[in-house]
């Protein structure tokens, strides 16, 4: 009786086994895209440098956002919709820090959710954000414009 036990509980490891093996996640791809947004940061962005895998045209919307006081820097926190049409879009959430007037910010990204084709994404990565003003270099007190560069890894 013990050995037809086993050999059934094998049997069905070896079952699970091969249909897990048949449903591996795709292969996580490095991200390297930069996103132009006009200050206040509610009005929606576009990529204009990189790409984003599967996402031809997105709009990015800020879609929550705050800010606090930390160890003597500005830090910024909260989540871009990246919608790519056709039901397709991803949750970013981010984590930002400026100091005094610097030029730019530094932190992190993090996917929260997706959906259509990003629906099992999952990933995040590096993200710095250079103030503008004009068509020039600003800071963080003197600026119109942020160019955010997303780097990481995405897999969908």
């Not at 292969?27 to 390297?32: I, L, N, P, S, Y």
């Not at 996402?55 to 800010?67: A, E, F, K, Y």
Request: proline share 2%.
């Amino acid at each position: 009786m013990r050995v037809r036990v086993w050999t059934m509980f094998a049997g069905a490891l070896a079952c699970g086994a091969a249909i897990s093996l048949s449903v591996v996640a795709e292969e996580a791809k490095r991200v390297d895209f930069t996103v132009r947004e006009t200050l206040p940061t509610v009005t929606q962005g576009k990529i204009v440098k990189g790409a984003l895998d599967g996402c031809p045209s997105p709009v990015i919307r800020t879609t929550h956002g705050g800010s606090s006081q930390s160890h003597g820097a500005q830090v910024f926190n909260g989540s871009k919709k990246v919608d790519c049409g056709a039901g397709n879009t991803l949750t970013l959430a981010f984590r930002v820090s400026v100091s005094d007037c610097d030029g730019t910010n530094s932190g992190v990204w993090e996917v929260k959710r997706g959906t259509g084709i990003f629906a099992k994404a999952k990933g995040g990565g590096k993200l710095v954000g250079t103030y503008t003003l004009g068509n020039g270099r600003g800071s963080f007190c003197e600026a119109d414009g942020l160019l955010d560069h997303y780097t990481g890894r995405l897999a969908r």
